[in-house]
């Protein structure tokens, strides 16, 4: 609060002595300012008067000094009942360019090490697709490697003796008639070329090349001394592609591999051709295998790493060229990196039950039925629906965020058959199979449709809501291979329960299903609720408004 400084005795030469000689003037406008403060004050002019007569300046003072100590303690009491309440902490996250959170206050150890390990992930699927290069990240340093090149390493060179080839020039050459300058070379073989430049002679410089040979398409590098030296980008015929780094026409650095659609698949640093120490394979709709490749530059052999999406559950054992032969479970600690580039994972020491590679068929599911999905563990609980009519739902364990993996489906496989002798009962658990497109199906056993007597995997026990806040997706599954997996495509709250749309059409459909649709009878998860309340608002209109307003039952 704001005092003026006529309310402060000292503002007027320091005694109260002095108090005694103010005039009428100066004791009528010292009231006035008192007054004027005070809520409420009706007539407040008429008293003002009167208190400007009637007042002592010894009065005076002491209802000044009265209405101080009041506001004072006013002042106090709603101090303390502001001290009363709980300070809330505000989380301080801080970001980096690409949206990332680089700093969370109060997190723990394996969470900080696991959410920088997915943004270094995130940084290193960037390339020229996705606007972003990864030279523009101030924390990742590339290059080659120092150590000399090994004759007879293996190349993607198409043209390592260029004396050999038949072919035209065009551009500029030397007092010698050697190629010098900027030049365009066409060869015989299917249309080739190469174009950059050349420095008497020999290749000293940018250069792309179009071609036919060694299962590759294109290849863009500086060369030096008619070598590929330094940044190398080679393209192969199915439209996979690598980015790397060469030294004497060899790669001999760190390198990163994507597949046709620029999807991110390897990386690693190469020694004399091969990929050597610590790499990583990135396995699109699953998680990744990390680990120091053999001598063939294969991720097999032992101590091997699965490390699934949160980036710190892990199955830790014998792989063999990037797939789990068995493995125990365990959990991240940190990491370490390697030549500035590569992270290292560090986990506790694998320890319970083996976990191996058990592909179902249309008579074997698993030996384990069991052994619960380290994964999964984490995510999702198995508990009683809180949809009336249900029997076992899958909750929340932690607060999860939009596209998330959370469960997964594996079952015995079938045929799809639509025999109208079977009924909607039996066929429940029916769902689609990724990898027998277009008509497998993946089911679940009655005797495994109990939780008591499988929990190997929990997305069977998925209820259907019509505004779900989960879809189906699909994920290569270290354990079960190409299976369909519950996805988040809204953020859900700790002990919330997961809702997928099974997707029947209308015309074919369980009785229920036809009857929720028509009644409107629509499951709201917890934490949507803020935005369509407990039943849509939509729920009393027209079919035909309502489909109109809903996802078509075929997506």
Not at 134 to 145: A, M, P, T, W
Not at 300 to 326: C, E, H, Q, R, W
Not at 418 to 434: A, C, G, L, R, V
Request: glycine share 8%; aromatic share 10%; net charge negative.
């Amino acid at each position: 609060m704001y005092f003026s400084s006529a309310l402060h005795p000292s503002s007027y030469g320091g005694s109260s002595d002095s108090i005694s000689s103010y005039s009428h003037v100066n004791r009528q406008l010292d009231s006035s300012l008192i007054f004027s403060r005070l809520p409420g004050a009706v007539g407040v002019k008429e008293t003002e008067d009167k208190e400007s007569i009637d007042m002592s300046p010894l009065a005076f003072k002491l209802r000044r000094e009265e209405r101080r100590s009041k506001l004072l303690r006013n002042s106090s009491l709603r101090k303390d009942e502001k001290d009363d309440k709980p300070i809330e902490k505000t989380q301080t996250v801080v970001k980096d360019k690409l949206g990332n959170d680089v700093y969370i206050r109060g997190e723990k150890a394996p969470d900080k090490s696991a959410r920088e390990l997915d943004e270094w992930m995130k940084k290193m699927k960037c390339n020229v697709s996705t606007g972003m290069k990864l030279e523009q990240f101030n924390d990742i340093k590339v290059g080659v490697y120092q150590s000399e090149v090994i004759y007879g390493s293996p190349s993607h060179e198409p043209y390592p003796d260029m004396t050999k080839e038949n072919l035209t020039f065009k551009g500029g050459r030397d007092r010698e008639r050697k190629f010098h300058g900027r030049g365009t070379v066409e060869f015989e073989d299917h249309g080739s070329s190469m174009s950059g430049m050349w420095e008497h002679g020999l290749r000293h410089g940018g250069f792309k090349i179009e071609t036919s040979r060694n299962g590759v398409c294109f290849i863009e590098s500086e060369y030096r001394d008619n070598k590929m030296n330094g940044k190398t980008t080679i393209k192969f015929m199915d439209d996979s592609w690598l980015e790397g780094f060469s030294k004497d026409g060899v790669l001999h650095g760190f390198s990163r591999h994507f597949d046709d659609s620029n999807r991110l698949m390897f990386i690693g640093m190469y020694r004399n051709g091969r990929p050597f120490g610590t790499c990583w394979k990135i396995i699109h709709g699953g998680g990744c295998v990390v680990g120091k490749v053999d001598e063939d530059g294969k991720l097999s052999g032992n101590n091997l790493a699965y490390l699934y999406p949160d980036f710190k559950s892990a199955l830790i054992g014998t792989f063999k060229d990037g797939v789990m032969v068995f493995a125990q479970a365990a959990q991240l600690t940190g990491y370490a990196t390697d030549n500035s580039c590569i992270k290292i994972p560090q986990f506790t020491e694998p320890d319970g039950r083996l976990y191996q590679r058990e592909l179902s068929t249309h008579e074997f599911v698993t030996t384990s039925p069991t052994l619960a999905d380290p994964y999964e563990t984490v995510m999702v609980e198995v508990k009683k629906s809180k949809v009336e009519g249900a029997d076992d739902g899958i909750f929340a364990r932690k607060n999860t965020g939009k596209n998330v993996i959370l469960a997964f489906y594996n079952g015995i496989k079938h045929i799809s058959n639509t025999s109208e002798n079977i009924s909607w009962e039996e066929d429940s658990y029916k769902i689609f199979d990724p990898s027998s497109i277009p008509h497998g199906t993946i089911d679940m056993m009655v005797k495994y449709r109990d939780i008591r007597n499988y929990c190997a995997t929990l997305a069977h026990k998925t209820n259907h809501s019509f505004v779900p806040n989960c879809e189906f997706l699909v994920f290569d599954h270290p354990r079960w291979g190409v299976i369909p997996c519950i996805s988040s495509i809204h953020t859900i709250a700790a002990g919330e329960e997961i809702f997928a749309r099974y997707g029947y059409a209308l015309d074919y459909c369980p009785d229920w299903y036809l009857d929720a649709w028509e009644r409107g009878a629509y499951t709201v998860p917890d934490s949507m609720k803020s935005e369509y309340g407990n039943n849509p608002a939509w729920a009393a209109s027209t079919n035909d408004d309502k489909a109109n307003q809903l996802h078509d039952e075929e997506e």
